[in-house]
């Protein structure tokens, strides 16, 4: 698989390309299975339609790799949190985790509750292409925990930042259970046939340095630990959002580190290039226009050059409004461009 290859720094035909958050939105396909499930939980529990939409990138995109159609969410709401999305405000948990009776409250094992992930794991390894990799993902324990102290997403960081600082001990213990059940839970995912697991921080860049090793990335690395341990063969992926200030400070037994959009691809290439993989980082909203598309890829293939090292992405998820047919032009232009 070109993509796995490229994980682990093999040489591949050009640069393997895959987008987050590429099933979705902006393509009507999508849209129309999302109107068959009637809502956006019973589309990710329903194995049969999450495989279809995670398949439909790859047919009409020809990406290089599908990421499992699920959400970060459904870790917590397993392991007992009330889980209803809004519209225009997204994921609301009804009962936020305020104390450590909260947390102590929930479920411990809510991968054996998470089936119907692995049977839509299933369903895409048996009829996915051969050589196109399956990605598996979770959120980060400090994402979890942001959303489930919050009670959804967040501007300040009020209610779990006040946690940091004033009752750090209750914060661990949540980062602690959200933790092994990841590691459970990306085991799970690995036996049901993902070729790579991404884990996801998108609010690491809510936390000063000292903070952010602390409750953020010290995690990331135990769970990567944990499954490299278990599978050398599975590349892992970290991708922790915002944090450009803290590279100098990454270091841990992972393979791929996705670089997000405000971090300067010179930047992570310098500092941490020489260890890692990098994936990314092309600003999302350049695919509004084809000449900023054409400007976007350029620029960093001149930096990454078309050799072992990088994978091509966004420095974060595809835009609902996304065109389509730019979305397409990406994906021949990077293979193009890259090929050697």
């Given at each position: ?164 600082y004033a009752d750090p001990g209750t914060l661990h213990a949540l980062l602690i259970k959200v933790s092994e059940a990841i ?158």
């Open positions: 698989m070109i993509f796995v290859d490229a994980c682990f720094r093999k040489p591949t035909p050009y640069t393997p390309i895959w987008m987050m958050r590429q099933a979705g939105r902006y393509l009507p396909e999508y849209m129309e299975v999302r109107r068959k499930a009637g809502d956006f939980l019973t589309l990710c529990k329903d194995p049969q339609m999450a495989a279809e939409v995670t398949l439909q990138p790859i047919e009409i995109l020809d990406v290089d790799a599908a990421i499992l159609f699920s959400d970060i969410l459904v870790i917590p709401m397993e392991m007992g949190m009330e889980l209803r999305f809004e519209k225009g405000e997204g994921p609301v948990f009804s009962k936020p985790v305020a104390t450590l009776a909260d947390v102590e409250a929930l479920y411990d094992y809510p991968e054996e509750r998470l089936g119907y992930v692995y049977e839509t794991i299933r369903i895409v390894r048996s009829t996915l292409p051969q050589e196109k990799a399956l990605i598996g993902f979770s959120g980060a324990p400090w994402t979890l925990a942001t959303y489930m102290v919050e009670g959804g997403g967040s501007k300040s960081y009020a209610a779990i930042k006040q946690m940091v590691k459970a839970y990306l085991l799970k995912q690995i036996e049901a046939g993902v070729n790579a697991i991404q884990i996801f921080d998108s609010w690491a860049s809510a936390l000063e340095r000292e903070k952010f090793f602390e409750f953020s990335w010290d995690y990331l690395v135990d769970i990567a630990a944990f499954l490299k341990e278990r599978h050398p063969e599975i590349p892992i992926i970290l991708f922790p959002k915002g944090i450009a200030g803290y590279l100098d400070g990454i270091e841990g037994p992972f393979d791929v580190f996705g670089v997000d959009w405000g971090t300067p691809m010179e930047l992570a290439k310098k500092r941490l290039g020489k260890r890692y993989v990098l994936q990314g980082n092309m600003d999302p909203a350049r695919l509004y226009d084809r000449e900023a598309t054409k400007e976007g890829v350029e620029r960093i293939i001149e930096v990454m050059g078309a050799r072992p090292g990088h994978i091509f992405n966004l420095g974060h998820g595809m835009l609902p409004d996304t065109p389509v047919e730019n979305a397409k032009y990406l994906v021949e232009l990077v293979h193009d461009l890259t090929r050697r």
